[in-house]
């Protein structure tokens, strides 16, 4: 009897090590009774007592509620608030339309990003929030709009000063990392930016986010199981921007294929055990 009840177990156990965590954190609908806390990096990671993005506030929506993507630490949710107040203060913009920020406990996601996984990380829309009563149906269906022209290397018709001005207020926040934009938008902003320019070191240029920004705060003071991203270079990366719209304009030409260098490995869903060891504590708190 002994005998069977530890074989039944030595099965078991390899079993549910090989779970990718994407299931299993993707199978939470709320987040953990704990003390907030993000635990590891922003694409290997979980966060403790995240806390909910009302669906409806004073000065945002949160779209894609099917997702159930709109959980964060309590200083992202903080943020959402301040810069959709100031984002209802612009001109045609009654606030922010937010699209994922995290799962209820973080973690590897089940679709898309790789990141967003410590609650620390925040896309939102470009389309100006001009209306705050769609219904939940209204919100899965409702798209942004692309505000990138020649593949990303200027903006479009639908930029205003009112999306450079948001981005600004954002990346003046201090708690923000890094912001990522299309590479045009980073260069006609460069262009635009007057005075004081340090805040435009926090953002960079990166493919697609031509139809939202995305904003990645930094780890909170006192979080020492949450790993910071490197701080941006130095200087206000406006260079390094055009550079990126000018390879869009004028492509390399494409590197040559060594036929006889191996196939790359498909990359590897996370187990729970590649992640940090409190997200096994957060998956099973309450």
Not at 9 to 20: K, N
Not at 29 to 34: E, F, K, L, N, V
Not at 112 to 140: C, F, K
Not at 162 to 185: L, T
Request: proline letters at 9%.
């Amino acid at each position: 009897m002994v005998a069977s009840i530890c074989i039944v177990f030595a099965l078991a156990v390899p079993a549910s090590a090989a779970t990718p965590a994407k299931q299993l954190f993707g199978a939470k609908d709320s987040g953990s009774r704990q003390a907030a806390a993000p635990h590891g990096s922003y694409a290997k990671g979980c966060v403790a007592g995240a806390v909910q993005l009302p669906e409806t506030g004073p000065t945002w929506q949160a779209m894609r509620l099917s997702r159930n993507r709109n959980w964060g630490h309590p200083e992202t949710i903080d943020f959402i608030e301040k810069l959709s107040r100031f984002a209802a203060r612009q001109p045609g913009w009654n606030g922010l339309y937010i699209g994922d920020i995290s799962q209820p406990r973080g973690g590897p996601m089940t679709s898309g990003h790789r990141s967003h996984q410590v609650g620390l990380d925040i896309d939102i829309w470009m389309r100006p929030a001009d209306r705050l009563t769609y219904n939940r149906s209204q919100r899965e269906k409702l798209s942004s709009i692309s505000m990138r022209r020649n593949n990303g290397a200027y903006v479009n018709s639908d930029w205003t000063r009112a999306h450079h001005d948001i981005i600004k207020a954002a990346a003046q926040d201090k708690r923000v990392a890094r912001i990522f934009v299309f590479p045009g938008a980073k260069v006609q902003m460069c262009k635009d930016a007057k005075g004081d320019r340090r805040w435009l070191r926090k953002i960079r240029p990166w493919w697609g986010h031509h139809y939202h920004f995305h904003v990645r705060l930094a780890c909170p003071r006192g979080a020492r199981g949450c790993v910071d991203q490197d701080r941006p270079p130095r200087g206000d990366g406006c260079e390094a921007a055009q550079s990126w719209v000018n390879d869009i304009l004028n492509p390399p030409p494409p590197k040559p294929v060594d036929p006889n260098a191996p196939a790359p490995k498909p990359r590897r869903d996370y187990t729970l055990s590649d992640l940090p060891r409190q997200c096994a504590a957060v998956l099973q708190s309450d």
